[in-house]
Structure formats: C-alpha cells, structure tokens
C-alpha cells in the first residue's frame, strides 16, 4: 500500500530564517507531488506541482521554492521566511490518471515569528 | 476568475441528516472531489463526481448538476465523529483542483 510522509510535523521558525519540509511517497514510482498552504479557516492554496524529477510548476510568485531530487521525495523550501508564510503545509500525491484522488501527508505546522 | 463557494459552517443534531451545499464556476471541469478534513489534521476523500447525478457510499452521498455549477454532500445517520470540515473542490480544465474553504460540520448530541 502506498504511503506519505512529512516531516517536521511542527515548525517554529523566525523571520528571515531558513526553511526545508520533506515529504516522501512509497509504494508507487512516478506519483504527481503537490505542495499546498492552508491558513488558519481557509481552504488549500496550491503552491508547487510536479510530474516528475526536476519538473516543477509554481503557481503562486512568493519566497518559497520547491523541488523533486527523486521520484517520490519532494522538498519545500525558502531562504527567508516571512510572517506571512505561517501556516499549514500539506504534501500530496496521485496517480497518473485524470481523476484520481489526492492523497495527503500528515501535515506540517508552521509558525513564524 | 474561479471561484468555490460553500457554506461557512452548518450545525446538526447527532442521528439526523445533513446537506453541504456547494456552488463552482471554474474555467472547464473535469470533476468535483469531496474531502473530510478533522482539525489539524490531513483532508480525506470521501467522494468523486463527474457525471450528473448522486453517488452513494454508505451514510455519505455526493450529487452533482455540471449545468447549475452545483454539488452537494448528503450525510445520513450523522454522528458525533462526523464533526469536521468538509472541502469541495473542483478539477479544471488543467487538471488542477481548485478548493473551497470548507465548511465546518457542529454535530450536537
């Protein structure tokens, strides 16, 4: 069966510093990885796609960058964090079938201060 | 622009029925997905729709109009574990699904 993994599953960070989450998927080979962002009451901003190593689609202009060393590990990242990055970062996957379903990542809370 | 819209959040009694409604105008559409999101936790999918009609599993129960944008989740039998968000979201032309804000499920005992 498949699974995935994020880590850390909390993160206090401050502004201007650093950022790297990680997630990885098994059980399947050639998955299309997600980044998205959730604010507090909201609904899922999708950040970063990909359908394969190296192949990466962004779809909001912001400080975050993403990436796909390996097939099924995708890593979100920054340079410098702002406040506005706080939030809740989930990783997802999907086969390579049109309508195949999302699945999630146990989720990443982050805090900037 | 593409725009979700559901409700904000809807409060039940434990035992009865309860109807999430959700309205879309997206650029194509290539299905609607509902997901069950516990506080602070993952989102769960619950159903996909992408022909007119009701789709069944179990107490929950998804419908769909393409021509009215329209969707909604049936829940029957509502129980206290149930008190959730329920996300609707839409595949677009691109493929990319487009997310609601969720509605926020109250059961009462």
């Known amino acids: 069966s498949q699974t995935i993994h994020q880590w850390p599953a909390t993160l206090v960070q401050p502004v201007g510093s650093p950022l790297s989450l990680e997630c990885t998927v098994e059980?399947?080979?050639?998955?299309?990885l997600y980044w998205y962002r959730q604010a507090a009451g909201r609904g899922l901003q999708l950040l970063f796609y990909s359908v394969g190593i190296g192949q990466i689609s962004s779809e909001v202009p912001q400080n975050l960058s993403a990436s796909r060393p390996q097939d099924r590990q995708f890593i979100l990242s920054s340079k410098k964090l702002l406040l506005s990055d706080s939030g809740f970062y989930l990783c997802a996957w999907n086969g390579r079938g049109h309508s195949n379903e999302q699945f999630f990542g146990p989720g990443t809370r982050l805090t900037v201060l | 622009g593409q725009n979700i819209d559901q409700p904000t959040e809807m409060t039940a009694t434990e035992g009865a029925i309860v109807q999430i409604n959700c309205t879309y105008q997206t650029s194509g559409f290539n299905g609607l997905f509902w997901y069950q999101q516990h506080a602070g936790e993952a989102p769960t999918f619950l159903s996909y729709?992408?022909l007119d009609g009701l789709e069944e599993k179990g107490r929950f129960s998804s419908f769909l109009s393409r021509s009215k944008g329209y969707s909604y989740l049936l829940l029957k039998e509502l129980q206290m574990k149930d008190s959730a968000s329920y996300l609707c979201a839409v595949q677009d032309s691109n493929y990319q699904l487009i997310w609601g804000a969720g509605t926020k499920l109250i059961i009462k005992p």
């Open positions: 059980g399947t080979s050639n998955p299309n």
């Open positions: 729709n992408v």
